[in-house]
């Protein structure tokens, strides 16, 4: 684990899109006006909301959308936890699998045939040429790397959302109310 | 009538001769998590969540399927406790396909509530994802296996109030499934009345009314108290 450097004013908070729908984040962009006081107290480095190309070095908090379903996902989940001091899984499908992981009954050869393959244009054949190898089985964030932190929802709700950052911001655990941790 | 006197969470409480730990507790306010007791109908002892421990035994005992004794001591809350009740609510989320954003019974759920409240915060066992079936033969209702916790309140309803037994079940341990009759559609079934009996006892979302969408499902397990005491208590009687 790697610890924020000392003489750094600002936490450093990245945003995470694996195998989702963008649900999570569009309930981040929600927070509306909040997002500006959010954005005094930390630097965001980097997200889908970011231009930055490679996940950067000495993140603080980093909110994981979606569950790992491919080899960038799986890359990127261990560089993540590798650079950053709290993960957090971020919504549903990040902390079970939800319904990312409802194609894991079917096994992913039929999958992309049916998905692909046999589909007419424009997702023909050569579509799964450019897209990243599924895994076998769509796995939980927390299956795959250590997590420090959930938060329930498909998507989690804005109250869900400012509660957990401001407790992991103020260096506390997360500890929401029963009715803010339900799944769904 | 006649009382027998027991030790509940180090109070002294008193309680009727054949009452179980369950009702002894709920009694006094205490309040202990349930899956596939209902009230009204037969305890069958099958979730396990309302495990307690009682002084002398080394094994934790269901509270609903336990009969209060004289003298007996009981703790409702431990840590240990706590533990095994979340194990088991993750046993349950990990063994069918529980996705709750697209379930009928989505913030209707006993399952989903319980899971919240006794924090229950990530399945650390290997999701199973069964490739199970649902059956919408049936003209009103619908059975969904994905979501089924196998508490078999739809098999005891059926069976000891509305007294057609349509459901039933097959297998065992992890291959088992509610049936009715014997594994025909539901919708073929000559002994289901339609009464929904089933649909509203049903604590998750794998029994349903057709045309019920995400979230929309919500049950009343209420009714059966209210059934019931028109029968016994002679209130439907003019
Ligand atoms: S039955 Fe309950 S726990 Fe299962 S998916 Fe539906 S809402 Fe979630
Ligand atoms: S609708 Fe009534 S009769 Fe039919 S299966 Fe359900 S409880 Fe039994
Ligand atoms: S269908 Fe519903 S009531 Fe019947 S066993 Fe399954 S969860 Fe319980
Ligand atoms: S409620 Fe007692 S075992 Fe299910």
């Known amino acids: 684990m790697q610890e924020s450097s000392p003489n750094k004013s600002r936490p450093r908070l990245a945003t995470v899109w694996l195998g989702g729908c963008s649900g999570c984040h569009m309930s981040f962009l929600d927070l509306d006006e909040a997002i500006i006081d959010l954005l005094q107290e930390v630097d965001l480095v980097y997200g889908p909301l970011v231009d930055t190309k490679e996940y950067p070095e000495q993140v603080d908090i980093c909110l994981v959308e979606g569950a790992v379903t491919n080899l960038d996902n799986l890359k990127l989940i261990r560089q993540i936890r590798r650079s950053t001091r709290l993960v957090l899984s971020f919504g549903d499908c990040a902390l079970t699998g939800n319904v990312t992981s409802m194609r894991n009954r079917i096994p992913v050869e039929d999958l992309l045939t049916a998905v692909y393959h046999e589909a007419s244009s424009p997702i023909g054949a050569e579509a799964v040429e450019a897209v990243p190898a599924l895994l076998p089985r769509v796995l939980p964030v927390h299956q795959v790397v250590r997590v420090d932190a959930v938060l329930p929802g498909c998507p989690p709700d804005v109250d869900r959302i400012a509660a957990t950052l401001s407790a992991l911001l103020d260096g506390q655990t997360v500890k929401l109310e029963p009715r803010m941790r339900t799944f769904g | ?238």
Request: glycine residues 8%.
């Open chain 2, 1 to 238: 009538m006649p009382v027998i006197t027991l030790t509940i969470d180090e109070a002294l409480v008193s309680a009727r001769v054949g009452q179980t730990v369950l009702e002894a507790c709920r009694d006094e306010g205490i309040s202990i998590p349930t899956l596939c007791h209902l009230d009204g109908i037969s305890a069958r002892g099958g979730c396990r969540l309302c495990l307690v421990e009682v002084a002398g035994s080394n094994r934790l005992l269901p509270a609903c399927t336990t009969l209060a004794a004289e003298g007996m001591q009981v703790s409702t809350r431990s840590d240990r406790i706590d533990r095994y009740r979340r194990m088991i609510l993750e046993l349950s989320f990990a063994e069918r396909n529980h996705q709750c954003a697209v379930c009928v019974s989505n913030q209707n759920c006993e399952l989903q509530a319980l899971a919240a409240e006794l924090g229950m915060e990530q399945v650390r066992y290997d999701y199973l994802d069964p490739d199970l079936s649902m059956d919408l033969s049936h003209e009103r209702f619908g059975i969904d296996h994905n979501r089924c916790v196998l508490c078999l309140r739809c098999v005891r309803v059926c069976d000891e109030v509305e007294g057609a037994h349509t459901w039933d079940v097959k297998a065992r341990g992890i291959e088992s499934q509610v049936i009715t009759d014997l594994n025909q559609p539901w919708g073929e079934s000559l002994s289901c009345t339609s009464c929904g009996k089933c649909v509203d006892a049903c604590p998750t979302g794998a029994l349903f009314t057709r045309g019920a969408t995400v979230a929309e499902m919500h049950k009343d397990a209420g009714f059966l108290r209210r059934i019931l005491d028109g029968r016994e208590k002679r209130q439907w009687r003019r």
